[in-house]
C-alpha cells in the first residue's frame, strides 16, 4: 500500500503488537528526532517492548533511555561494511519474531532487513518530500494504524547519572540558569557569527544576572569556546571536548533556553522539551526546523537562494544569518521563555 511516497502495510490483527522494531542509522540529529515520536508510542502502549538498530557511533544515547528495550547498532562508515555487520546481526533479529518493523531509514540496507524479517506490518519513511523530519517520522508511524503518534517529551534514562557535579566542579552556581550557547554548524553557510554569540550573551547577562552560558561539544568548537569564556569570564562554562554523548543529553536537559546553529546539539534540546531559538543558514529548514511551541526556527526560506544546502555562500555574507542580530534573538527568547511561562 501507498500513502504519498510512505510505503506500508498496515497492522490489520485484532490484537495489539508485542515486539517492534524501529531502524534509524544516521546522523546523530536525525536519530534525535526520531526519539519523542516512538516515545509517544510505547506511552500510548506501555505493554509494548520497542527495539532499535542504529549504528554505533549514536547509539550511546538509545543505550540509555528507558525507551528500548534493546539497542542493537552496527559499525562502519562505507555501505558494504554496514551490510556486513547487519547480515552478522540478522539472525539475532530474526530470533525476535518482530511483529512490526519501522523503517525510519529507508536505504538500501534497511530495505533488506526489513524484508528479510518479513513482519507482519511494516513501514519506509518518506526520504524525499519537503516536509519536517518531525512530521514524516509521525506519518510513518501513523501509518501503520497502530496508534496516533505525536511528540512526548518525556524521555528518561535508565540510570541517573551524576551531572550537577561535573557542572559544579566546571564552575557552574547552581542557583544560576544555564543557556546553551552552540555555534556548531558544519559549515561556514551554517554558521551565526561568533560575535553575535558574545552580544547575545551580554545582552542576555544585563537582563537576567543570575545566569551562566555553557559549550558543549567536539574539540573542533575549542576556538569559538575560547573566545566566548575570554568576553564573558566566569559566567561562561567550557565544556567542549569533556562531555560524552549520554552527559551532554542530560546537560542540556537542564538549560533554561538553547541558542544554536543546526546540529545534533539542537535536535537534543527540542526534543526534550527545552526552549530552542534555532538559527539555520544553508541548511533546509522545510527538512529539519525543530518543532513544538517552545521552539522558534529562523532560517533563509524566505530568500530566493535561501535553503541552498550549499556549504560556502555564494555571496561570500551568510546574509540569511548575519541579517538576524543578537538583540532581536534576544527579544525573540525573552519573548518565547514569557509564553511558555504563562502556560
Not at 44 to 59: C, G
Not at 123 to 134: K, M, V, Y
Not at 166 to 195: C, M, Q
Request: hydrophobic share 40%; charged share 20%.
Amino acid at each position: 500500500m501507498v500513502s504519498g511516497v510512505i510505503q506500508y502495510n498496515p497492522w490489520l490483527e485484532n490484537r495489539r503488537p508485542k515486539k517492534i522494531l524501529a531502524m534509524r542509522f544516521q546522523a546523530l540529529g536525525d536519530l534525535m528526532i526520531t526519539l519523542p515520536y516512538i516515545q509517544n508510542l510505547k506511552e500510548r502502549i506501555p505493554e509494548l517492548q520497542i527495539d532499535l538498530l542504529t549504528r554505533t557511533n549514536v547509539s550511546e544515547i538509545p543505550n540509555n533511555l528507558k525507551l528500548f528495550e534493546k539497542v542493537y547498532s552496527i559499525s562502519g562508515k562505507s555501505g558494504k561494511v554496514q551490510f556486513l555487520f547487519s547480515m552478522l546481526l540478522l539472525p539475532y533479529l530474526l530470533l525476535q519474531k518482530y511483529d512490526v518493523v519501522i523503517d525510519l531509514q529507508n536505504h538500501r540496507i534497511s530495505k533488506i532487513i526489513r524484508k528479510l524479517l518479513r513482519a507482519n506490518a511494516w513501514s519506509e519513511f518518506d526520504r524525499t518530500s519537503h516536509i519536517l523530519a518531525g512530521e514524516r517520522t509521525r506519518l510513518t508511524i501513523d501509518s501503520l494504524q497502530i496508534s496516533k503518534s505525536s511528540i512526548s517529551t518525556n524521555i528518561e534514562l535508565k540510570n541517573k547519572l551524576d551531572i550537577e557535579s561535573k557542572l559544579k566542579s566546571n564552575g557552574w552556581k547552581s542557583d544560576h540558569a544555564l543557556i546553551v550557547l552552540n555555534p556548531a554548524g558544519a559549515f561556514t553557510s551554517r554558521n551565526w557569527p561568533i560575535e553575535n554569540y558574545i552580544s547575545f550573551a551580554k545582552l542576555w547577562r544585563a537582563k537576567n544576572p543570575i545566569a551562566q552560558f555553557l559549550m558543549l561539544g567536539l574539540g573542533t568548537l575549542k576556538p569559538k569556546a575560547d573566545q566566548l569564556k575570554k568576553e564573558l569570564d566566569n559566567y561562561f562554562i567550557d565544556l567542549t571536548e569533556n562531555t560524552s554523548m549520554i552527559e551532554a543529553f542530560v546537560i542540556v536537559k537542564k538549560a533554561t533556553l538553547m541558542i544554536s546553529e543546526d546540529s545534533g546539539l539542537m535536535h537534543m534540546s527540542w526534543v526534550q522539551g527545552v526552549p530552542t531559538i534555532a538559527l539555520f543558514g544553508s541548511s533546509p529548514s522545510y527538512w529539519s526546523s525543530p518543532l513544538g511551541e517552545w521552539s522558534r526556527c529562523f532560517n533563509s526560506a524566505d530568500l530566493p537562494c535561501g535553503d541552498c544546502f550549499a556549504q560556502e555562500c555564494k555571496f561570500g555574507d551568510v546574509h540569511c544569518l548575519t541579517r538576524y542580530p543578537p538583540e532581536m534573538i534576544a527579544e525573540e527568547a525573552e519573548t518565547l521563555l514569557k509564553s511558555l511561562a504563562i502556560k
